[in-house]
């Protein structure tokens, strides 16, 4: 497993495996806690791992947390997936960049998306499982979400969306997003760690 920097993401990582295949399937380790140590992160922050299951033209985000944020490695375990992350720390050096990827389950691709950066995917398969490991058990009450069709952000969906949750279908733009954490002075989005 290797590490590597995702230059338009400060701070963010793609932790790569590689998979061993044989006439069973294959097998390939999909965290060691010393690669990620290697990039300067503590393996034992992360405290809750989460599974989503998806079909084809499902689209799930733009997600974040508000507070002291929540960062996150995802991974496509099973399918293919559209992976997006926006930086939307402020102090970041990359604020406001968007990155895209397609992770699957034949690569086992982990990103490594650090808090204060907003994250969606969109299925490519029939069956898509998602992978998530975050690093704060989740609350629900410091959810942010930013809609996907921001024209701001001009995030390129491959796909015509076939399903999403009514909090997703009715996100606020993120000039609004932006405005209401500037109108309340809160802590989001976390400083760039």
């Known amino acids: 497993m290797k590490a590597t920097g ?16 044989d006439e069973r399937g294959f097998f390939c380790r ?9 990039v300067g992160l503590d393996p034992d922050t992360f405290v809750q791992d989460s599974v989503s ?4 033209g499902v689209l799930r985000g ?9 960062a996150k490695l995802v991974r496509c375990s099973y399918g293919r ?17 968007r ?14 998306i650090p808090a204060g950066c907003a994250h969606g995917f969109q299925a490519l398969t ?7 490991r975050i690093d704060r058990p989740h609350d629900p009450a410091e959810a942010v979400t930013i809609a996907f069709d921001d024209p701001e ?13 009514q909090r997703d279908r009715e996100a606020p733009s993120l000039a609004d997003v932006l405005q209401q954490k500037d109108e309340v002075r809160s802590a989001w989005p976390p400083k760039a760690r």
């Open 30 to 38: 999909t965290f060691d806690a010393d690669v990620v140590r290697s």
């Open 81 to 97: 997936i559209f992976d997006v992350v926006v930086d939307l720390r402020t102090d970041s050096p990359t604020y406001r960049n």
């Open 6 to 21: 995702i230059p338009a993401i400060a701070d963010a990582y793609v932790f790569e495996s590689t998979p061993y295949a």
């Open 62 to 70: 733009l997600h974040l947390r508000s507070g002291a944020g929540e």
């Open 126 to 132: 029939e069956t898509a499982d998602v992978s998530y």
């Open 153 to 165: 952000l001009a995030i390129p969906w491959p796909l015509p969306v076939t399903s999403m949750s």
């Open 99 to 112: 990155a895209f990827f397609e992770l699957s389950g034949e690569t086992q691709v982990t990103l490594y």
């Open 53 to 56: 299951r998806s079909a084809r």
